[in-house]
């Protein structure tokens, strides 16, 4: 059983960072998905950013030069760096994560249903930006 714990939210002023994390534990794919979305309050889920096996990254326009994903394998962890918050970006971050057999890609950050679907999920960590 796949299981997804995110870390690392919190409150931060409008300009400053946070990062977050999400250890995985439980799966033995070779090929793989993951990635970050968010949800504000009234708004629908979105994808933020995305990384797969090999170091490819996808990201949404919104975050692009603010926000850096990137994993550490040996700790089976996956980072999501924001930088330069604003208070759009408040909401609360959820981590993905797919198989091969999904066929979910980095290219498939913005097929948020498809991810509802296919993808093991974390818990979520709420982040929240003071202006």
């Known amino acids: 059983q796949v299981h997804m714990v995110e870390s690392g939210g919190g409150s931060v002023q409008a300009g400053g960072s946070l990062r977050l994390s999400c250890t995985v534990s439980?799966?033995?794919?070779?090929?793989?998905?993951m990635a970050w979305f968010r949800q504000a309050p009234g708004k629908e889920r979105e994808g933020v950013a995305a990384?797969?096996?090999?170091?490819?990254?996808n990201y949404a326009d919104s975050v692009k030069g603010r926000f850096t994903i990137s994993k550490d394998n040996a700790k089976n962890t996956l980072y999501l760096q924001m930088n330069s918050l604003k208070p759009e970006d408040a909401a609360v971050y959820y981590c993905?994560?797919?198989?091969?057999?999904?066929?979910?890609?980095?290219?498939?950050?913005?097929?948020?249903?498809?991810?509802?679907?296919?993808?093991?999920w974390g818990q979520g960590t709420q982040v929240t930006i003071s202006s």
């Open positions: 990384i797969d096996d090999d170091g490819s990254t």
């Open positions: 993905a994560a797919a198989g091969e057999l999904s066929g979910l890609t980095v290219a498939a950050l913005g097929a948020t249903r498809a991810w509802n679907q296919l993808a093991y």
């Open positions: 439980g799966w033995t794919w070779h090929k793989y998905c």
